[in-house]
DNA sequence: CTGAAAGCGCTAACAT
DNA sequence: ATGTTAGCGCTTTCAG
């Protein structure tokens, strides 16, 4: 069995200190440069591992972050992440990363997990079924920094980073209104879940204006990340005879042309189809999908910008301010929503 | 700013020792059973939470595997991960994941990383880039078990969960064949990667079993995972009139397929896709792509089984025996690649 | 069934 | 610039 080096070997061996080793380690400036030197060479040759448990032990914290994540299934899910990493890796943070599978009561587990490995700060994207954040309150009374982003709490009391997805679903029915739809079926998850609610809210903000009544037959709430479910909702709607879909989901929004096509419907002549997230597929799949552009990646990095910021500042005694990030989102129109300008440049 | 409870502070209030505590919060079956249900009571009236980190550096281990990928981009990938934490969660056993963005700079990184944190072991995909394993010796002087899937070290002395990429590759190829295609082109990544090679010397196998002999021309090396990478594949392969297109990603064949509708061709009338990976997007886009299918969630389940395995079995002293697990994959024919048999029956 | 003592490996205070 | 001492919070002998 391999005998594990310590500071002590290393000290013992250059017959200095313990304390002087673990200084030269960290390069300490305080050190001469000619011990730190040596103290590194036979760091090397004795194969010396920095104990990173020991360290953080003494240190009381742990120098990573926790991300609870509802789910890892998504494009977008992947770019945050890819943000959260890139700005925690330059802040020699490490990532302790989880997901719940939109099950609360693992989001609750996870989170007691995080809390106990001494976590030094939390990303968060909620699940579908979680109600409320009381598992959150361990962290709010250690002052331990959370930031929650895209399916956020209602509670103002935290940090957020979200984008504006009323305004999006706004835009997104007002597009297709302006196509001359005029009966707009929309498919969307769970509505206690901030961005699918808000998302509705605008859609319904646009039928408003435009004195369209809304309907809600027109409505159908599933899993948009269930090809089943997904069919099912589009099967039902279709009873309404609707002229246009706007799918919260592009992965469902693809499962929706796909049937549309089957039952020899044409799209976007016979009915229009709107998505969003601005996933790969949506370039990829015939007609193109339009759809609203989400940052993952930029809000990863604002997210754990954010994050590191409160960690910094935490003097433990003032309280932090919450604060809200709005990220600019976009849409994008491709050909799967353009009724009446099957001849126009595509504003993309 | 909140105070920590500590074992010590739920002894002084119950008049025992920090060492009952410590056993009582374990469930220790020594401790009388009344003895453990006031600790776990008055711990909660504390809001004691354990400290992973103390614990650990006594107990000389983390619990944690650590996870090294490639990259997060794919569908697979994320399968693969649902599959590991599938069995570690079973296994009481945390993840701690660091992917590489395809840099092996960045992968030798991540293993001293994993190192220092004192990981029980770890799960490794390669980076395209990473040309030796060096980095991994203080895992196996250690006997830290190391359990590599899918993009494995073509060294033997180790132990690997893997698919027959050979047989895959010629499995398409023939399929190809046998619907009249004579010049397939192939498009596939780094060659020194051994999923990639190896599903080149199958297509390989095939051809000079059909008496096609290879052409280099009829192939590009890209980076398959890059949409403008692989349009200029593409692009340049045509200038040789392929009839068909064995592509060892389904995201690149898509857009394969995007390409050659563009160019006013026919699929699979005029040109004949094969993907790999059973993604998605496969099945989405029009006409459905071919392909084989990689089931990453099994090949994770496995890859942390043989993991866990040794991590018990690792009585320090006898070398663990390594061993390749190969596991089952399958041709999917879907519409892409059926030039032959446009009227019979898919057997997806 | 419970406790005393020691120590995992490191770093922070406080010297010098 | 370096050393001494103590302790982070837990678990593990060993002893009773």
Do not use: W
């Not at 005998?3 to 017959?15: F, H, S, V, W």
């Not at 009381?134 to 984008?163: L, M, Q, T, W, Y």
């Not at 009915?271 to 799949?285: K, S």
Request: proline content about 3%.
């Amino acid at each position: 069995m391999h005998k594990e080096i310590t500071i002590y070997d290393i000290a013992k061996k250059l017959g200095i200190s313990a304390t002087t080793v673990s200084r030269g380690l960290n390069d300490n400036p305080l050190i001469n440069k000619k011990t730190r030197e040596k103290i590194h060479q036979t760091a090397k040759e004795l194969g010396y591992r920095h104990n990173t448990i020991a360290s953080n032990l003494r240190k009381r914290h742990s120098k990573t972050i926790g991300i609870l994540l509802h789910e890892v299934n998504s494009y977008f899910v992947t770019a945050v992440l890819a943000g959260i990493e890139k700005v925690a890796t330059a802040e020699q943070y490490d990532l302790l990363i989880t997901h719940a599978g939109e099950d609360s009561i693992r989001e609750i587990a996870n989170t007691k997990n995080l809390l106990n490995k001494r976590v030094d700060g939390v990303i968060v994207s909620l699940t579908l079924s979680t109600r409320d954040i009381a598992h959150f309150n361990p962290f709010f009374e250690r002052n331990i920094p959370v930031v929650f982003f895209d399916r956020v709490p209602g509670d103002a009391n935290c940090s957020k980073v979200v984008i504006d997805n009323f305004k999006c679903g706004e835009l997104a029915t007002k597009h297709l209104i302006e196509q001359g739809c005029k009966k707009i079926a929309h498919i969307t998850a769970d509505l206690t879940r901030n961005v699918y609610n808000d998302r509705f809210e605008g859609y319904k903000k646009a039928l408003e204006e435009h004195h369209i009544k809304f309907n809600k037959k027109l409505l159908q709430i599933c899993n948009v990340s269930n090809k089943e479910e997904t069919i099912a909702a589009v099967d039902k709607l279709l009873g309404q005879k609707p002229d246009a879909f706007f799918i919260t989901n592009d992965f469902a929004a693809a499962v929706c042309i796909d049937v549309l096509h089957k039952k020899g419907l044409r799209v976007p002549e016979d009915i229009a189809v709107f998505g969003f997230n601005n996933d790969l597929i949506g370039d990829l799949i015939t007609p193109r999908l339009s759809t609203i552009d989400y940052p993952g990646k930029q809000m990863g990095e604002v997210a754990a910008h954010e994050l590191i910021k409160q960690l910094k500042s935490v003097d433990r005694h003032k309280k932090t301010s919450f604060k809200s990030i709005v990220i600019p989102s976009k849409m994008i129109i491709r050909e799967s929503s353009l009724k009446k300008e099957k001849n126009k440049n595509p504003l993309e």
